[in-house]
């Protein structure tokens, strides 16, 4: 397959021409969200929605994060990422299979429906993962964009996924919250450096390939300027799949915790990754034959046990 987003190869970043639509659905008034979200994500890359969920749903997806963090005994141990310098979880994945909880909120259409119509496309889900970043000692994660590493070290071969960030504590402008760079997803900014074996067991700790350089990122940050959206448990953080993100350390009291949920279309399946000769392994990127996410309506505390 002809790469379309080259990444890795050569001496010298690049600033690339995005080759795929941001919004592939047609907008009606039967759409999930509005005229306005769905044109701002076409601009900006992201959209934030709020008060999908009650009070007592947000509740119970707090509970259902605190069971996975306080008994990781019961979970897959190639799923758990620490801290770089300790023991403290830092990232959970593939949730939505190791908790009914996790797995009815992916397919739930309060979500699942804005990603098939922003993707123009039948959904599945990529990956998944619990993120904490605890109290006085949560790490930073470096600016990226996703894409580059789906791309690169996945296989995914076209810009035609998205991720959510369900927010499960509030998210301050203290606590290390989610950064963005509205409109740096309409270029492709490609990263120097060969990728070596088996770069995730250190990238999910601290990334040093697949990092875009500061200099590149200084003139994206010129261009478009940096948000960082904030909200209350419950708010959801939508944005592109090659958005421009990162996000600060926490030093304050109030650790943060969101379900993070990719959503990639069935039609832009993985193939061989681009960039590296071993895929990740199956609990950072579902690969095979997709089969589109069975959407259920209706509370989630009713769908789901505790």
């Known amino acids: 397959m002809h790469d379309l987003y080259p990444s ?12 795929d639509a941001v919004v592939h659905g047609q907008w009606t008034g039967s759409a999930p969200i509005s005229e306005l979200q769905a044109a701002q994500f076409e601009r900006d890359g992201y959209i934030i929605l709020e008060d999908l969920f009650s009070d007592e749903e947000v509740a119970f997806l ?72 605890p109290g006085f000692r949560g790490k930073e994660f470096y600016w990226h964009s996703d894409f580059e590493t789906w791309h690169v070290e996945d296989g995914m ?33 490609t990263c120097v450096g060969e990728t070596p074996d088996d ?13 875009p350089d500061e200099h590149s990122l200084a003139e994206l940050a010129h ?3 940096i948000v960082s959206p904030t909200g209350k ?15 600060n350390g926490n030093i304050t009291p109030f650790p943060r915790t969101n379900a993070f949920l990719v959503y990639n279309a069935v039609s832009n399946r993985l ?5 590296v ?17 069975a959407v259920e309506s209706g509370p989630l505390i009713e769908a789901a046990p505790a």
């Not at 890795?8 to 080759?19: D, F, I, K, S, V």
């Not at 953080?237 to 993100?245: S, W």
């Not at 193939?271 to 960039?275: E, I, V």
């Open 157 to 189: 071969p076209r810009m035609r996924a998205l991720s959510m960030s369900v927010l499960l504590a509030e998210n301050t402008p203290h606590n290390g919250p989610l950064m963005l760079i509205p409109g740096s997803h309409r270029t492709y900014l």
């Open 233 to 247: 448990p419950g708010t959801v953080i939508l944005f592109d799949c090659n958005l421009m993100h990162g996000s």
């Open 199 to 211: 770069h995730y067991l250190s990238s999910l700790k601290r990334q040093e390939y697949g990092v």
């Open 8 to 19: 890795r190869h050569a001496a010298t970043p690049e600033m690339l021409e995005r080759h």
């Open 62 to 133: 707090q509970r259902a994060a605190g069971t996975l963090l306080a008994d990781p005994a019961d979970l897959n141990a190639e799923t758990i990422v620490t801290e770089p310098r300790g023991d403290e979880i830092r990232s959970i994945f593939e949730i939505h299979r190791q908790s009914a909880v996790m797995a009815r909120l992916a397919a739930d259409a309060r979500l699942a429906d804005v990603a098939r119509f922003l993707l123009g496309d039948e959904v599945y889900i990529h990956q998944s993962r619990l993120n904490y970043k």
């Open 271 to 275: 193939g061989k990754p681009f960039g």
């Open 277 to 293: 000769d071993k895929p990740r392994p199956w609990f950072l990127a579902d690969r095979g034959e997709p089969a589109p996410l």
């Open 223 to 225: 261009w478009h300027g």
